[in-house]
Nanobody
């Protein structure tokens, strides 16, 4: 089982930046892929971005060019750098890990973008 600990959410003004962190309880390289999803009030959870063990990344069209997923092997942490944020980025952001066909979720961190 993989536990995920998220941090870094908060309130930010439109156009600003925020960085989210996700630390798994197991080595990043033992996990097939990690990623970030978000869920806004009244909406379904949606994919934001993923990164595979091999380093391949995938982004939702709505965040391409603004958000970047990365990882720090020494710190065993995955990051989501959010730049040029918009009010529509407001949501609870969840870290996700997929290992051996099982999907694990963090507790979620709130991101609120004010206009």
């Amino acid at each position: 089982q993989v536990q995920l600990v998220e941090s870094g959410g908060g309130l930010v003004q439109a156009g600003g930046s925020l960085r989210l962190s996700c630390a798994p309880s197991q080595s990043i390289f033992s996990i097939n892929s990690m990623g970030w999803y978000r869920q806004a009030p009244g909406k379904q959870r949606e994919l934001v971005t993923t990164i595979t063990r091999g380093g391949s990344t995938n982004y939702a069209n709505s965040v391409k060019g603004r958000f970047t997923i990365s990882r720090d092997v020494a710190k065993n942490t995955v990051y989501l750098q959010m730049n040029s944020v918009k009010p529509e980025d407001t949501a609870v952001y969840y870290c996700n890990a997929v290992k051996n066909s099982y999907s694990y979720w963090g507790q979620g961190t709130q991101v609120t973008v004010s206009s």
